[in-house]
């Protein structure tokens, strides 16, 4: 069950996700590798943080400036793009980067502080660098597992962000746009139809998170009470 949880929430580090400009210059593989070395720092340290409203900050910030959130939302909506009206697009693109900033604090990060991970090595790919690392993590009872994944980078306004990441053969860009075309087709490909359903879903996403960082806060206020 939490490997699955795993997989889930390695997805979701990838949504958090106006085009980013992609500079002509590729990122060398010690830039590369420097940036996945220090930014995975970053987020394991950031995880290790007890109180939910200052760890999801910290975690929310990471994900807005490092992940290519523009890329990914009109790589995921693919061909439906062309058909949107421009106020269908603003309103697309503010609501995904809400749904993505959301859907990961949906996931269970209790196990996250039991992650390490080793970087592998670097390589590019056309215009994107991919970085290679093997994550290992261990589960209460179960032996320690080792996951190989992928992540693609490029170079976006200046900043190296990453656009993609790739679980075995499976990549998780194809696995959000295949969800969303079939949200499209339920709604017989109708955008604002579409729209209105991912608002019910980000909205419910938004409302479970402040019940659970009031829960906290509440159980804090009462623990300070009793001392």
């Known amino acids: 069950m939490k490997s699955n949880i795993f997989l889930r929430f390695i997805t979701a580090l ?23 070395r220090t930014k995975g720092k970053e987020l ?11 760890r999801y ?30 106020a269908q697009r603003e309103a697309y693109q503010k ?34 660098t991919n970085v290679s690392c093997v994550v ?14 992928i ?7 200046g900043i190296i962000k990453a656009v993609d990441v790739k679980v075995a053969e499976s990549s998780m860009l194809l696995y959000y746009r295949n969800k969303f075309y079939k949200m499209l087709a339920e709604n017989d490909d109708e955008i604002d139809w579409f729209l209105e359903d991912l608002e019910d879903m980000t909205r ?13 806060q509440n159980s804090l206020e009462f623990d300070e009470e009793t001392l």
């Open 14 to 36: 990838v949504l958090m996700l106006y085009v980013g400009r992609v500079d002509a210059a590729n990122i060398s593989k010690t830039e590369a590798l420097d940036f996945a």
């Open 44 to 54: 394991l340290m950031n995880f290790q943080e007890t109180n939910l409203q200052k």
């Open 57 to 86: 900050a910290a975690l929310d910030d990471l994900f807005v400036t490092y992940i290519d959130v523009d890329y990914i939302s009109k790589f995921v909506i693919g061909k439906y793009w062309k058909v949107m009206s421009k």
């Open 95 to 128: 609501l995904f980067v809400r749904y993505g900033l959301a859907y990961y604090k949906t996931l269970p990060l209790d196990f996250a502080n039991n992650l390490t991970y080793d970087i592998i090595d670097a390589e590019d790919d056309k215009n994107f």
């Open 136 to 149: 290992k993590f261990s589960l209460s009872g179960n032996q320690p597992q080792n996951i190989a994944l």
């Open 151 to 157: 992540f693609r980078l490029h170079r976006a306004d």
């Open 204 to 216: 419910s996403f938004e409302n479970n998170l402040q019940e659970n960082v009031s829960s906290q």
